[in-house]
């Protein structure tokens, strides 16, 4: 088959397009021919040799949709021929407030969706909801499942909520945007391009504020919000996050679920004095995926898709994404 595979780390360009072996579902598994797959930062970062443990070669790629095209010995599940989606969480565990230590993600360790076939246990496979497209499907998993844990089962969004979502460019921040504004919140973002906080307005974003030509962006936000925002969901980490807490409403949540630019030097005293509650997230239990995908299927929430790029283009994508120009998911088509 063909797929994009990484030998050794050095960035996108170490990202190539080869025929590699077709894999053969094991028990339990379901092979899936990949229609469309999408990119997420951690596929950037494990080229940079940013992440725990990579192991070489890997196909990258954690988000995909398809159609199963083999059972493994004993798999149960959709149908050969049925149009499904991947969750890419591998192992949660049985506790809903924390994953498993050994629990891995699709895309590494694991090969990925990069390529024309990925097999994954059965129980991660999906019925795509059926008012979405194949390429839209294919954006959502990853982002998805780490966007809904953040906004609802960690942040407890609601109509009540006045929700921060920085550098509102990032796929996940885009679903984020859907999710707080499907609960009837009122969202403010920032990004540090006018043309982003243009579409975001038009994905139902209240306030949009840019964080490099503001002279006080936070102020701003502050201002804009009536007293601080009461949910701030955050990605960027480092100063950004440390102004987040600052301007928090006091007894706001404050979720993280990563830290772009770094670590933060915070005041504890923003938390302490106004009691706010910081939530640690990352990815999502097995039922946060199926509330998600409920989600999509019953709203008329769509992703944002920035763009559809072939496989042989993943490495110059992988480098523009690197480049911080997109708005939500870049998408790759397979076949
Ligand atoms: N814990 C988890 O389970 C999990 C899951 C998914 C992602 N993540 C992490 O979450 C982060 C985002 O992932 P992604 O895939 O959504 O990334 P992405 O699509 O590449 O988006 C990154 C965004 O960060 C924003 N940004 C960068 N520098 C900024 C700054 N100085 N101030 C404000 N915003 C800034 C940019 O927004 P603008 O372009 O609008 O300025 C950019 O679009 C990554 O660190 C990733 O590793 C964690």
């Given amino acids: 088959m063909q797929a994009i595979v990484l030998r050794e780390t050095g960035g996108p360009s170490k990202l190539h397009l080869e025929e590699f072996e077709t894999p053969v579902a094991g028990p339990g598994e379901m092979l899936i021919a990949v229609h469309f797959a999408a990119f997420n930062r951690r596929d950037v970062f494990i080229t940079q040799g940013l992440y725990p443990g990579i192991v ?43 994953w498993r230590s050994d ?42 499942l780490t966007a809904y844990r953040a906004v609802f089962t960690r942040g407890q969004c609601t109509q009540d909520d006045v929700v921060l979502l920085p550098g509102i460019g990032g796929g996940v921040q885009t679903l984020a945007l859907l999710f707080a504004k499907s609960a009837g919140a009122r969202v ?22 840019n964080y490099k030509t503001s002279e006080n962006w936070s102020k701003d936000v502050r201002a804009a919000s009536g007293g601080g925002p009461t949910l701030i969901v955050d990605s960027v980490g480092g100063e950004t996050f440390a102004k987040a807490l600052d301007i928090a409403r006091p007894g706001a949540r404050v979720v993280v679920y990563g830290g772009t630019t770094g670590d933060a030097k915070i005041r504890p005293f923003s938390i302490f004095w106004k ?23 019953e709203s008329t929430i769509e992703p944002a898709i920035d763009e559809v790029v072939p496989l042989a283009e993943v490495p110059a994508a992988a480098q523009r994404i690197l480049d911080g120009n997109q708005f939500g998911k870049v998408v790759v088509a397979i076949r």
Avoid at 193 to 208: F, H, I, M, Q, T
Avoid at 279 to 295: E, I, N, Q, V, Y
């Fill in 56 to 98: 070489f070669p890997v196909i990258p790629g954690s988000d995909g949709c398809g159609v199963v095209a083999a059972h493994g010995p004993g798999a149960s599940g959709p149908a050969v021929g049925a149009s499904v989606v991947i969750n890419p969480m591998f192992g949660w565990g049985d506790n809903p407030r924390v």
């Fill in 275 to 297: 009691q706010i509650d910081i939530l640690g997230t990352s990815m999502g239990t097995p039922a946060d995926f199926a509330a998600m995908l409920k989600l999509f299927a």
């Fill in 103 to 144: 629990s891995t993600l699709l895309g590494m360790p694991r090969h990925g969706t990069f390529a024309e076939y990925v097999t994954v246990p059965a129980e991660n496979v999906h019925p795509k909801p059926a008012r979405l497209s194949e390429q839209q499907a294919a954006a959502i998993p990853l982002g998805g």
């Fill in 188 to 209: 403010i973002v920032t990004s540090s391009s006018d043309a982003k906080l243009e579409r975001a307005k038009a994905l139902g974003a209240d306030v949009a504020i």
